[in-house]
């Protein structure tokens, strides 16, 4: 016969305990491999029949080894989490967003209101999907943009979510993630949004959809983007090259500083915004043995014909932006909001009028830093 | 039978600890109550007022020493005032510990634990943590000095990396001020200050009492630090508009930790990892004070078996509570109450007791 002491006998109740405890509360259930888990890296999302969304997930093969290897389905559904119970009995794997790169929204629903609602809400309110997801309007349908098939870097996902943050570094694009967009989109009611579109074999993203409540009023060039990103973020913007001919010379200047202050006035119902924005810049190009470069007059003239250039853009930038798609894209609601909101507040409900009837300028200033290497 | 000393130190990360929790659980309730981005005034109105009570009330508590406030009214008052504050306070720390359990138990729910129940959640951090609030004040206070250091000051450092790409200009404007809001969430703000709550009974636990009162003030400074940076980082990172829309706004800034070089799949669950640790830490303290107000409520020397009283009580209270955005409505109100009992009582006693001195003189 065992002789157990009561000491032994309390020990052994302890780890029957412990052992229980470990195995019935560990909520093991919610338990999935990471073998056992397809993760999707993009998804495109276009508008289908009935009020229903056809989405097009890619999923790289990476459990099998390789880095290069996709698979991509196509299903059709109500919302993203029908996608998800519909795409369950189609895979042996669960599906997870997890890892989410990009999410591309199809011209179809980013030009109706109610389904970009639907699907932001869902997105928002969803506690999987990461809200620093990649996005970005397709032009045209978003499948087709998925199907791409990139011999250089065949991951779609991949590909979109290092070019957006490539594009958000150098301050191409405004906006790069869900979040930002959604920010923009809720506190604003505007945003630009990048446009992917095809590219012979690839992708590119060049122009921006301009959001105004939830929808797709229209879009701005790369041009167009810059003067916008200009005046929104002068800091970090990123002017491509100013070419010019002054007395029949190409002249190419890259800017290599800027500087900005502005000045807003609000006096009753009449707005007026001025910019003050000079560019510093060097001399990229020219014409060898060209000595003019040493002449003042001729460098004032450089200065004078890229101010005029830059000008020009502007002023048509914001006469799209202001008069034709009538959306405050230069956040001036937010610096009045912020900075004069007494007065703000007086135009609170009236400010979209004010905004259009607005005189809003922006003057530039030349100045040429350095001539390159050479004089 | 444990040992029921702790010392100043250990004392002050007890209510750090527990404020960071409740701060943390009432942030969206700031965050709509006042109009603009200035609700860190209303922090600083609710430390001031709480700042001003701390000598008087370590002036009084070290007269008494080793009483806690239940017991300095015991002394002060007839027993059924002192009984009456006692039962107060059990009343507020099992209401206060529901709402984190729930708070705690629906985050878990919703960010990790996707299948499992909520009501399996709740009752494994029960059992767990009313293990470790049975073994005394000191092992709470240990736990406490661990839950500073491995997980509130990494938690704290791992945002620093979320606030990438913010909006600084975000904390603006500050003018005009809605002071209609501030003053209103103020009750709330206080109650934020929960380890003032604590303070009431853990100082009479401290050895040696001298430092009490100078570590009760860096509590409120310190606290009241790490409120309002808690409140303008989501501040900066989500703007006023979309900040009154989220459940859990601090918790939602760990959507966004990127740290060089580290890969997360899911990058809020660094967040939620720490947050457990401070959570259960919060849960621990609560319950063993939950458990020595009972003790001294009831007049029984030690009884520890009041922590696994408290299981099926937090267990239900916690399970019929609504999700936390439906229940914000619901705290507000309790919380004014809270706050205001919170520092009539202290009050109240510093009154007496200065009333007695006079008449002894």
Redesign the interface.
């Known amino acids: 016969m065992i002789k157990c002491n009561l000491r032994e006998v309390m020990m052994a109740k302890k780890i029957i305990l412990i052992l229980l ?1 470990t195995i019935i ?1 560990t ?1 093991c ?2 338990s999935a491999e990471i073998n056992d888990r397809d993760y999707i890296f993009a998804v495109g999302i276009d508008k289908g029949e009935d009020e229903n969304l056809v989405f097009t997930a890619e999923i790289p093969k990476i459990n099998e080894g390789s880095e290069e290897q996709r698979i991509i389905f196509t299903q059709e559904s109500k919302n993203l989490s029908n996608f998800y119970n519909d795409s369950f009995v189609r895979s042996e794997k669960v599906i997870s967003d ?2 989410m790169q990009v999410i591309v929204i199809g011209e179809s629903i980013a030009e109706d209101t109610e389904t970009f609602k639907r699907l932001f809400d869902e997105i928002q309110r969803s ?2 999907i ?3 997801v990649k996005i970005a309007v397709a032009k045209g349908d978003a499948k087709k943009i998925i199907e791409t098939e990139i011999p250089s870097n065949p991951i779609v996902g991949r590909y979109l979510s290092e070019m957006l943050i490539k594009l958000k570094k150098s301050n191409v694009q405004s906006i790069y993630t869900f ?2 967009a ?2 923009n989109l ?2 604003f009611g505007s945003g630009l949004i990048p446009i992917v579109e095809k590219f012979e074999d690839s992708l590119k993203i060049e122009n921006a959809a301009v959001m105004k409540d939830y929808k797709k009023i229209g879009n701005l060039n790369s041009l167009e983007n810059e003067i916008v990103m200009l005046i929104l973020d002068p800091k970090s913007s990123n002017i491509r090259n100013i070419n010019l001919n002054v007395e029949d010379s190409i002249i190419s200047l890259s800017t290599v500083n800027i500087k900005s202050t502005n000045k807003i006035k609000l006096s009753d119902d009449k707005l007026s915004v001025n910019y003050y924005v000079t560019l510093y810049c060097f001399i990229e190009s020219f014409t060898l043995n060209n000595k003019s470069l040493a002449d003042k007059k001729f460098i004032d003239k450089i200065k004078e014909a890229a101010v005029n250039q830059i000008s020009e853009q502007t002023d048509s930038t914001i006469n799209k932006v202001q008069k034709i798609y009538k959306i405050d894209l230069f956040k001036i609601k937010n610096e009045l ?3 004069h ?2 007065k703000y ?1 007086k135009i609170e409900d009236n400010y979209q009028q004010v905004f259009e009837n607005a005189d809003i300028n922006v003057y530039y200033a030349v100045d040429i830093k350095s001539t390159g290497l050479v004089k | 039978m444990y040992e029921k000393e702790i010392t100043p130190y250990q004392n002050l990360f007890i209510i750090i600890v527990i404020s960071f929790g409740f701060q943390s659980m009432l942030m969206p309730i700031i965050l709509s109550a006042v109009k603009g981005p200035i609700g860190w005034i209303s922090i600083i109105i609710g430390a001031l007022i709480l700042y001003l009570t701390i000598r008087p009330i370590n002036q009084v508590m070290n007269k008494y020493k080793g009483d806690t406030i239940v017991g300095i009214a015991g002394r002060m008052f007839p027993k059924y005032i002192s009984k009456l504050i006692g039962f107060y306070y059990i009343v507020l720390f099992i209401i206060a510990n529901s709402w984190l359990m729930k708070d705690f138990g629906e985050q878990i729910k919703y960010l990790m634990l996707f299948n499992t129940p909520i009501s399996i959640i709740i009752i494994a951090i029960l059992l767990v943590a009313s293990y470790a609030a049975k073994k005394g004040i000191q092992s709470i206070a240990q736990i406490a000095n661990i839950t500073i250091l491995i997980a509130f000051i990494p938690y704290i450092a791992v945002i620093i990396f979320s606030t990438y790409y913010s909006d600084y200009t975000n904390v603006l404007p500050m003018f005009p001020v809605d002071i209609e809001g501030i003053v209103n969430a103020v009750p709330n703000t206080i109650f934020g200050f929960f380890g003032f709550s604590i303070l009431m009974f853990s100082n009479s636990y401290v050895v040696p009492t001298e430092r009490n009162m100078i570590l009760n003030k860096r509590f409120i400074i310190i606290s009241m630090m790490i409120y309002i940076l808690s409140y303008i980082l989501i501040v900066i990172k989500f703007g006023m508009d979309e900040a009154t829309k989220l459940v859990w706004p601090f918790l939602s800034v760990m959507k966004f930790v990127n740290i060089p070089g580290f890969f997360f799949e899911s990058t809020e669950i660094v967040g939620m990892s720490f947050q457990i640790i401070v959570t259960f830490t919060c849960i621990c303290i609560l319950m063993h004070f939950t458990n020595l107000v009972l003790e001294e409520t009831l007049d029984t020397r030690e009884s520890g078996y009041f922590v696994f009283i408290q299981i099926p009580i937090l267990y239900i209270t916690a399970s019929i509570l609504p999700g936390m955005y439906m229940l914000y409505p619901y705290i507000k109100i309790p919380a004014y109450i809270f706050s205001a009992l919170n520092l009539l009582i202290p009050l109240l006693i510093i009154y007496k007791d200065r009333k007695k001195n006079k008449a002894t003189n």
């Open positions: 405890t509360l909520g259930w919610d997890r890892l506690p999987q990461n809200r620093r979040d930002e959604l920010l809720q506190g909001y912020k900075y909101n007494i507040k």
